[in-house]
């Protein structure tokens, strides 16, 4: 019997007193039923599971669907140069109404964004186009951006009605192309839609932004399918660039973008079963190495001491990976993507060694631009060794050479699947996400709390996560605003709470003076109002410190991603906080594994 099952006759046994052998043997059978329907929620999501790496027997689609094509522009818009109109052949068109889109974004400010733009729509031109457009500085797309914000509020002003037909038409679109059959099952597709061309934006401060994502054509896309399926038919006129057959892959349609040549792929959305699976093995993977954690530990810490210089860089680098939960870091092409690094990609011009500092020793400071241009700065105090050690690595380097110059991160996940089957640096970021969550929801809930404050708990447990992987976010443009519409709430509810306690001291005043039912009812009316009024003001305080808090800090990222969501499910279960507090219906169904399966007292 499990601990689940266990804990059942213990809690049944104890509340109902119960004394003879024939009781407690149907309790027993009660716990049994319930471990058998455990297994039953955990067979469910590894049923059909193939040990030669095949995801699937049949699969049917019916392809991507794609973008409407370009319609051009009234003749009364008009794109001028140099304070003259221009007549811009459809291509160029096209590419200006991009750029003119964004005139109100602070993209179109930044000089990579214009120089790659300006580029690529040269290439679009006819020939006369180009002797005669010659400057970015000269071009005027004024009309183009105020037609497209016209149709825009056009599409806010269309009646009930018109709303609900342009409702319609898209659901109408995701029954024919948002589902697949997939061994027989009728399955949810993630992005079924193909990205339409426009300008390519990046993260941070990509170099690439600016440039132009073409039209993806049906002669680009390669469709996945089973043999034995109807195959997709492509646009009339078109053709696929391949039809294959590959069931160890999940993906239903590839194609390769144009801008940094990276490969798109159609998958089956994040609530799909095989999504489901493998979130399971994900998590499941991080928390086998709670057995193996310790091992590892003693063996990086051995590695510092190691006559080989790259065992001691490997050492170092799998202890900041743990305690720091840092991204491994990939080797890029110069030029290719923002400049960005992780552990093994870290030049020595991102850190600062200190022996002292603020009253600590041997202190590590980083200061880097990680994923997504996100800064990464902390100060950190690190074991004696390891500082020696970082001193020897930087020593006869200059600024723009590798820290870890003799290892990379393939040899970094080598090393460490040797350790542990399934172990890679990413899987060591899952693993200390979750147990900080873990730790901290467990130091931070009390049974005693409302469910906003068991919210507010939930909130900065995930924001410790949050913070030591790094996770964060620009204050929301809107912030500002809604803070100031959350205190003048507040200030509104405080002036009824106070009106309500001055009704409620004159009712119990005159309850004294004249004690009768009417008097008392009146008093007991006035005693719930402000008990009433006190709640919802406490709840909006709590809102505000939690958006406060949350000013620049991402939590979706590690919810969705490095957070084990049983932790999460169980929390909810055990503390009466409802699943939709927690996650939205999208997260809900990503994770519909670890409801079915998840009891109150699952730990990490």
């Known amino acids: 019997m499990n601990k689940y099952g266990i804990w059942v006759v213990q809690s049944i046994t104890y509340s109902l007193k119960v004394r003879n052998f024939a009781s407690i043997a149907c309790l027993g059978s009660l716990a049994s039923d319930c471990r058998v329907k455990n297994i039953e929620s955990e067979r469910r999501w590894e049923e059909g599971q193939s040990l030669d790496g095949q995801k699937w027997k049949t699969l049917e689609h019916k392809g991507p669907l794609f973008p409407p094509e370009y319609e051009p522009l009234p003749k009364t818009v008009s794109f001028s140069y140099g304070g003259k109109p221009v007549s811009l052949s459809v291509a160029a068109e096209e590419v200006a109404t991009f750029y003119a889109k964004m005139l109100d974004h602070e993209y179109t400010s930044k000089e990579v964004f214009q120089r790659n733009f300006f580029t690529d729509w040269r290439k679009e031109m006819t020939e006369e186009e180009r002797d005669l457009i010659q400057t970015l500085s000269k071009c005027d797309f004024g009309e183009i951006h105020g037609y497209f914000l016209a149709k825009a509020e056009e599409k806010k002003a269309l009646t009930k009605e018109e709303k609900q037909v342009l409702k319609e038409e898209a659901s109408k679109q995701v029954e024919e192309y948002g589902y697949c059959y997939l061994d027989g099952h009728r399955e949810r597709i993630g992005n079924f839609r193909v990205e339409p061309p426009g300008l390519f934006r990046g993260r941070g401060e990509h170099p690439k932004m600016g440039k132009l994502k073409k039209r993806v054509l049906p002669e680009d896309i390669t469709i996945n399918c089973s043999k034995d399926s ?42 799909s079963k095989l999504k489901g699976e493998r979130d399971w093995q994900k998590f499941e993977i991080a928390r086998k190495l709670k057995s193996k954690v310790d091992m590892i530990r003693r063996q990086y810490c051995a590695d ?271 503390f009466g906080v409802p699943i939709e507090k927690i996650y939205n219906k999208t997260q809900r169904d990503k994770f519909a594994w670890a409801i079915d399966m998840t009891e109150e007292d699952y730990q990490f």
């Open 230 to 271: 109807n195959i997709p038919v492509p646009p009339r006129g078109h053709h696929w660039k391949k039809v294959q057959h590959d069931n160890a892959v999940t993906w239903l349609a590839s194609w390769v973008e144009n801008v940094q040549g990276s490969i798109k792929y159609i998958m089956l959305n994040p609530s």
């Open 304 to 574: 510092w001491k190691s006559r080989e210089m790259k065992k001691r860089q490997r050492g170092v680098a799998v202890y900041f990976i743990d305690k720091l939960a840092l991204r491994a870091g990939n080797e890029k092409e110069e030029g290719e993507t923002a400049d960005t690094v992780g552990c093994c990609s870290l030049r020595v011009e991102h850190i600062t060694l200190h022996e002292k500092l603020d009253g600590q020793e041997c202190v590590v400071e980083f200061d880097f631009l990680g994923k997504d241009s996100i800064r990464y700065y902390n100060k950190v105090p690190v074991e004696k060794r390891v500082f020696k050690n970082l001193k020897l690595f930087m020593e006869n380097k200059i600024p723009e050479d590798d820290l870890f110059d003799r290892i990379n991160t393939a040899y970094l996940n080598k090393t460490l699947n040797e350790s542990m089957t399934g172990l890679t640096a990413k899987v060591f970021r899952t693993f200390n996400a979750s147990t900080t969550l873990q730790e901290q929801l467990n130091k931070l809930t009390d049974a005693d709390m409302s469910v906003q404050e068991k919210i507010l708990s939930y909130n900065r447990a995930n924001r410790a996560v949050a913070i030591l992987c790094n996770h964060q976010r620009a204050a929301p443009k809107t912030f500002e605003k809604s803070m100031q519409l959350l205190q003048e709430k507040i200030a509104l509810k405080q002036e009824q709470l106070d009106e309500a306690k001055k009704e409620l001291k004159e009712a119990r005043n005159q309850h004294k003076e004249c004690s009768t039912d009417k008097s008392r009812k009146l008093v007991d009316k006035q005693e719930k109002r402000v008990k009433k009024l006190e709640e919802q003001l406490k709840k909006l305080q709590l809102q505000m410190t939690d958006r406060e808090e949350n000013k620049v800090i991402a939590l979706g990222t590690s919810k969705l991603n490095y957070l084990d969501p049983r932790i999460s499910v169980a929390w909810c279960k055990k």
